[in-house]
Nanobody, 126 residues
Framework: QVQLVESGGGLVQTGGSLRLSCVAS????????MAWFREIPGKEREFVAS????????YYSESVKGRFTISRDNTKNQVYLQMNSLKPEDTATYYC???????????????????WGQGTQVAAST
């Protein structure tokens, strides 16, 4: 069974930075495509970033491109989200997600991810 545990959320001022971490309890972490999503109450879960098995293919949503960086360390079974220049509209619960699907695609839709963490809260104050 795949378990994902996020950490690193918190409250920062606008313009500040946070680094989210997600550790996966899996046998072979490099078998999984990893992603970050976020959710605001009353809204659909939103794609933030995704990274391929090796880390060579990365996608970002337009709203975070240039400010957020996704990375992974397959030796530590961890994926990270470095968030810089945080804005109030980045305030949300952030979820780590994983899929072991085959093929070259690195999905950006939440429906393609089978495994989810419990979420970590991020808030950027004005």
């Amino acid at each position: 069974q795949v378990q994902l545990v996020e950490s690193g959320g918190g409250l920062v001022q606008t313009g500040g930075s946070l680094r989210l971490s997600c550790v996966a309890s899996v046998r072979t972490f490099s078998d999984y495509i990893m992603a970050w999503f976020r959710e605001i109450p009353g809204k659909e879960r939103e794609f933030v970033a995704s990274v391929s098995w090796s880390g060579s293919v990365i996608y970002y949503s337009e709203s975070v491109k240039g400010r957020f960086t996704i990375s992974r360390d397959n030796t530590k079974n961890q994926v990270y989200l470095q968030m810089n220049s945080l804005k109030p509209e980045d305030t949300a619960t952030y979820y780590c997600a994983a899929t072991d699907r085959s093929g070259p695609d690195v999905p950006t839709s939440p429906g393609n991810y089978a495994y989810w963490g419990q979420g970590t809260q991020v808030a950027a104050s004005t």
